[in-house]
């Protein structure tokens, strides 16, 4: 899970905002949590960026260099885990996790040909912070980068073959300025 943006346009550390007591970070954990509850096990969650929060479930990692951009996480997130196949989502999209259960059900019924699936809005924009990929290939196209600090997620999703299905759950729509949180029932809650 990417977690290392800087909230420019929200002006605060969105990753905080509450809804109900918990944090924006901790209800997609906790979607994350529920999206593989009825297979039976607990997904090994790895959040990418600087710590700013108790997780009860996961770890945090941070991508290099620190501010590097979702690329870098990426990278920083792969070193991390060794399943077949990883799941990729936004820290700031509180749906994102509603889509895993279909994501996943696609994924395994992929032929070696394709590399992953992921959403695709109702705009028609792709979007492939959340997706499942196969960590082997997702690995050679970080891989196959000049840098991986600042590079644009366009450019390392080029080099993968994927198939999208219809974001049917809003699990692209993110949280980027005030009206997006509070149109997601999110406030700001000053612990200070």
């Not at 944090?23 to 979607?31: E, N, R």
């Not at 895993?100 to 924009?125: E, F, K, M, N």
């Amino acid at each position: 899970m990417l977690a290392g943006g800087g909230s420019r346009r929200m002006g605060r550390d969105k990753l905080s905002l509450e809804r109900g007591g918990q944090t924006l970070l901790s209800v997609v954990v906790a979607g994350v949590d529920a999206a593989f509850a009825s297979g039976g096990h607990r997904p090994n969650i790895v959040v990418v960026g600087p710590q700013r929060q108790h997780l009860a479930h996961g770890r945090w990692v941070c991508e290099e260099p620190p501010g590097g951009g979702p690329v870098a996480g990426i990278a920083a997130g792969l070193n991390e885990v060794s399943t077949p196949w990883v799941a990729l989502l936004a820290g700031d999209a509180p749906h994102g996790p509603r889509a895993l259960p279909v994501l996943w059900s696609v994924a395994g019924s992929l032929g070696a040909d394709i590399d992953g699936v992921c959403v695709q809005g109702s705009d028609g924009r792709t979007q492939p912070l959340c997706g499942i990929y196969r960590r082997g290939q997702l690995r050679e196209a970080v891989g196959s980068l000049d840098a991986v600090a600042g590079a644009a997620v366009r450019s390392l999703f080029g080099h993968l073959r994927i198939i999208t299905v219809a974001d049917q759950w809003a699990a692209a729509d993110d949280i980027d300025e005030p009206a997006d949180a509070q149109r997601a029932g999110f406030d700001w809650v000053d612990r200070g």
